[in-house]
């Protein structure tokens, strides 16, 4: 039976999202918030609103006791976590399940099967699925070093085990560059994070972040919505993201589909969820991770596919079988997200918290903006950058551009820094517009 | 405040953190000597932690914020004595 009350324990564009697909069929919703958001445009459209502590994170959003102290006092049938905070926290789902209030995402030890990441390698490795090859550990020398690679292969590229940001990584194309890169490579990172300790991966050429958005329902049926293109990253956090992919042909969509399906039915994985690819220039493509939520960038898929994936986790949540087949779901035109972040592109990426003065929106054809911002809302410190997401649809990928630079040409947020600008760069750039992307992109883009 | 003390001020509205980690020993007492380049508190702003350091060595004379306060851009966090 479908939910009365369901309480959005999140914040944000996210939460607007949820009450959004709640209101659309017909459940009531219960908004949480913490003091720095009681003004919040999610408190405003829920149903009804609890506060549930302190500006900190770690005493509003992330606690568990709140949140279902407020949904046991609002009689909230179900609790949709959105992304972030408490959504892939197994403990959450449990509590959720101890108080017999429903998850809106996978099962606790599904959750937790999700995020084992070396119980996963296994299972995977089981299954004949790639995940990247290399040394588990840390390499004792560069002898080790060398037996690994003739066994994953040349090229291959050596990380810092304290490293991160693309710091102390060294590749190598053949074993005399190894030996010599092994001792760089350690020296570079005992300068630089204390510790010399580094492991082997065979190294990706061009790869590129490819995803697949898949549903399961309780009852073993399972579809994918095709993939998502998120290779448009800086730091690891993607920024820009499409659907289709302009490197994904039907062939190998429908082989990442097939994948994605038996890695969900491997681990019963219920509800939404999204498998993580690494690409490589060849098509051959390595498992990465399950992200077992709803994911920020999932309205590119329900443009081209016309799936309201959020209403979907609530149906399969509320026990009702996927109503749609594979071979219902037909790729439509083109669609493009970025993410608009309160961060300074010229200063580093710098946060930019503050007040916005005045904001013009967008519109017109093809034009979805999902926001909690607002004319004089004050972009706090306390939660993440995000304060939107510009998202266009048009009937392929050159009109797609050409929507997106249209859009944000239109854009005007005054007041603070934001990521608009430097996104108008990116769509004016000759090998973006080609489709000539890889996650190193935004690197190496002059 | 004289005119020689030296003062660490935000450089990001966000939260004020006295050690590194929630739980972990404050970095830095008032009274305590300190070097140039040491550590002496953290400022978290939308999930990013930046580590705020000393450019003079000297005594922290004052720490003018209680740990987790929400502080602005350009708010004076510690007055140090410089040597």
Redesign the interface.
């Known amino acids: 039976m479908l939910f009365k009350k369901i309480l959005i324990a999140n914040r944000g564009e996210i939460a607007i999202r949820v009450i959004r697909a709640c209101r659309e069929m017909g459940i009531q919703t219960i908004a949480v918030f913490s003091d720095a958001d009681k003004d919040s445009l999610h408190v405003k459209y829920a149903d009804d609103a609890v506060n549930i502590g302190p500006?900190?994170s770690?005493k509003s959003y992330l606690s568990i006791d709140n949140i279902i102290d407020a949904a046991k006092k609002t009689k909230a049938d179900a609790i949709h976590p959105g992304y972030g905070f408490l959504s892939e926290n197994a403990n959450f789902a449990q509590a959720c399940f101890d108080n017999n209030i429903i998850f809106i995402g996978p099962c606790a030890q599904c959750i937790a099967r999700a995020g084992d990441k070396s119980a996963a390698r296994q299972t995977l490795t089981d299954l004949g699925i790639r995940v990247i090859p290399g040394s588990d550990d840390i390499l004792s020398s560069s002898d080790l070093a060398c037996d690994i690679a003739a066994k994953v292969g040349y090229p291959v590229i050596l990380k810092a085990a304290g490293g991160g940001g693309g710091r102390g990584m060294r590749i190598a194309n053949n074993k005399e560059e190894l030996v010599s890169a092994f001792s760089t490579a350690s020296g570079e990172a005992r300068v630089a994070f204390g510790n010399p300790d580094i492991y082997l991966e065979k190294y990706i050429e061009k790869p590129r972040h490819i995803e697949i958005q898949i549903l399961g329902d309780n009852f073993g049926n399972y579809i994918h919505l095709a993939e998502r293109e998120c290779s448009i990253q800086l730091r690891y956090q993607k920024l820009i993201e499409e659907s289709p992919s302009s490197f994904v042909d039907e062939k190998f969509r429908t082989k990442l589909g097939k994948a994605a399906i038996k890695i969900a039915k491997a681990i019963k994985y219920t509800n939404a969820g999204t498998m993580e690819f690494l690409v490589d220039k060849n098509k051959n493509f390595y498992f990465m991770e399950v992200n077992a939520r709803v994911q920020v960038e999932h309205p590119v898929t329900e443009l081209v596919t016309g799936v309201d994936i959020v209403q979907q986790q609530i149906l399969i949540a509320s026990g009702e079988k996927l109503k749609i087949k594979q071979e219902d779901i037909r790729l439509n035109g083109w669609s493009m997200e970025c993410r608009i972040n309160?961060?300074d592109p010229n200063d580093n990426f710098?946060?930019?918290?503050?007040l916005i003065e005045s904001i013009i929106f967008p519109g017109g054809p093809g034009i979805r903006i999902d926001t909690h911002i607002h004319d004089k809302y004050m972009v706090t410190?306390?939660?993440?950058?995000l304060i939107g997401k510009l998202i266009v649809w048009a009937q392929d990928r050159p009109a797609a551009i050409n929507r997106m630079r249209r859009a944000l040409a239109e854009f005007e947020i005054k007041g603070i820094e934001t990521t608009i600008g430097f996104y108008k760069k990116v769509f004016e750039n000759n090998g973006f517009q080609k489709g000539d992307i890889d996650t190193h992109f935004l690197e190496n883009m002059k | 405040m004289g005119e020689k003390t030296y003062i660490i001020i935000s450089p990001v509205m966000g939260t004020f953190y006295r050690s590194t980690a929630p739980g972990e020993k404050f970095l830095v007492e008032e009274g305590q000597k300190i070097n140039i380049s040491d550590i002496v508190c953290m400022i978290e702003s939308m999930k990013i932690f930046t580590e705020l350091r000393s450019e003079q060595s000297g005594i922290v004379k004052k720490i003018l914020v209680e740990n987790e306060d929400p502080v602005m851009k350009n708010q004076a966090l510690i007055e140090i004595e410089p040597d």
């Open positions: 500006a900190l770690r309160a961060t710098m946060p930019s918290p503050g410190p306390f939660y993440d950058s």
